[in-house]
Every structure is written in C-alpha cells, then in structure tokens.
C-alpha cells in the first residue's frame, strides 16, 4: 500500500491522502540522465566540503547548476503552492549521504531544537513542506530508504522515547520503496527516519524545504549574491529576496512568486 501521486497537480486524491497519511510518493520524477546529472553534483558537493561519513550539506544549488533546477521542479512546485498558497520559500535544502553499510537512523519529525513545532499547537502545522528527491535505487527496503509512520502528524503523543532511545522497529512502520528519480513528499510532523542500508555504495537523497515566508532559513545565513545575480525570478523569490515595503512587520509580501 502506498501513497502514489503523479507529478505536476496537486489532485483532490493527493490532497487526501496527503492529509491522512502526511506524504505521498511521485515516481517518474528525474530522468536516468537527471539522476546521473543531480547524483554526480552530490559527490563532488559532499567531497568539495570535505564531509565524512553520514553527513547532510547545505547550500548545492549555489554551485551546482542540476541541483538549482531542482528547486522549483515543475513536478513538485504545484504541489507546494497547492498547499501553502502563493507565498512560501525555500527555507533550506540539504544533500545526505547514507554511506555504504550505514546503520538505522533515529526516528524524530522535523522541526526546530531551538523551539519545537509541536509548542505551537494541535495539529502540528505545516511549516516544513519536504521534497526528497532520491538519487540512488530505493525500490526494495534495505537500501538507505526512508521509513515513515503513516499519520503520525496528526499522533496526539509522542513516539514512546524507550523506541527512540533503542532505534527499535515499529509495527507501522513503512518503509518507503521507490526508484532513484522518484520523489519523496511530507509534512515536518510525520515521524520518520532513515531506513538500513546494506548497499556497498554511498546513497545521496536531495532535500527540498519549503515554509511559509516568515520562516527563517538554516541552510544559510544570508543568500548568496552571485547566485541570486545569475538565477531566475522565481528563484530569487523562492530564496526570499523580495521586497517588503512595511518590514519588520511583514504585511504586503507580493502575492505571487512569479512576480517576485
Ligand atoms: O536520510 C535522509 O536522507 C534524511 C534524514 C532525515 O530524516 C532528515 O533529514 O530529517
């Protein structure tokens, strides 16, 4: 059983399943030449800073031309719009690598240690909207999936820290099978983690994260003033450069990216 969409519209069967199980998958996403292109860039990124091991690395899309195009993905940013409306930015993106033999990682949902979504109230919003792109075959379980647990964004409790603690399987757990150039989609509040790897190769998955435009960005401090020079608008929007002529209070943002 799995939460199947297509790419482009964000159709009223996504949109339920969507808000009963927290994520959906959208195969057919990257073309074979695609993945190449985006898994090659998520090398040369991870060597270029010298990460060893497990590690995520921030920031590919300044320096790497196949991970810029990722950001607003004609597959994927109709979803993000259908969800948030026209007003939302890409709060970070981050490039992981599981390496060969790598071991379970921990459950958790995504959010902020400085100040945990689940304060802000019941259900936990939708602050971090996440496309991961998969870079390296995931289509049998073993192979440094992610592993989900459908519905839990909307759990009233947390996952019982004694399985936290012990990295323990869940009954309903689901490990997410899809091949390389699929795309992963899901709510901050979905309890997930990374799956087993028994490959002797090095798995890359490409994160995208959206959020509404109040959000502050952690994969940067500041936005790169070449990069936004010599991308498009709808980049440059996304990156949060827009104008704001009431700042700091944050009223009349442009109503549609494009225009940004
Ligand atoms: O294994 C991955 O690629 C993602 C890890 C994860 O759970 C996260 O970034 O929140």
């Given at each position: 059983m799995n939460?199947?969409?297509?790419?482009?519209?964000?159709?009223?069967?996504?949109?339920?399943?969507?808000?009963?199980?927290?994520?959906?998958i959208i195969p057919n996403v990257l073309s074979e030449d695609e993945v190449k292109e985006c898994l090659e860039a998520s090398i040369r990124l991870h060597e270029s800073e010298g990460a060893k091991g497990w590690a995520q690395v921030g920031k590919g899309y300044e320096t790497e031309s196949a991970l810029e195009r990722l950001i607003d993905h004609p597959a994927v940013l109709p979803k993000v719009r259908a969800l948030y409306g026209e007003r939302f930015i890409l709060q970070s993106a981050w490039c992981t690598k599981q390496p060969a033999f790598g071991g379970v990682g921990g459950w958790h949902q995504d959010g902020s240690g400085a100040y945990e979504f689940s304060k802000?109230?019941?259900?936990?919003?939708?602050?971090?909207?996440?496309?991961?792109f998969l870079l390296t075959d995931q289509s049998i379980p073993r192979t440094g999936n992610m592993e989900m647990i459908p519905g839990s964004h909307r759990s009233q409790v947390q996952l019982p820290g004694a399985i936290r603690t012990a990295k323990?399987?869940?009954?309903?757990g689901h490990v997410i099978c899809a091949p390389s150039g699929s795309v992963l989609f899901f709510h901050n509040a979905v309890w997930h983690r990374t799956f087993t790897?028994?490959?002797?190769?090095?798995?890359?998955?490409?994160?995208?994260?959206?959020?509404?435009?109040?959000v502050r960005c952690s994969d940067r401090f500041e936005n790169n003033q070449e990069f936004l020079d010599r991308t498009t608008s709808t980049r440059r929007y996304l990156m949060g450069q827009f104008a704001r002529p009431d700042a700091p209070f944050g009223a009349s943002y442009p109503a549609e990216f494009e225009k940004g």
């Open positions: 939460p199947i969409s297509n790419p482009g519209e964000f159709t009223e069967l996504d949109r339920f399943m969507f808000e009963s199980w927290g994520y959906l802000l109230g019941y259900p936990i919003p939708l602050i971090q909207l996440r496309a991961s323990d399987d869940v009954p309903i790897h028994d490959g002797d190769y090095d798995r890359y998955t490409m994160h995208y994260i959206y959020s509404p435009p109040w």
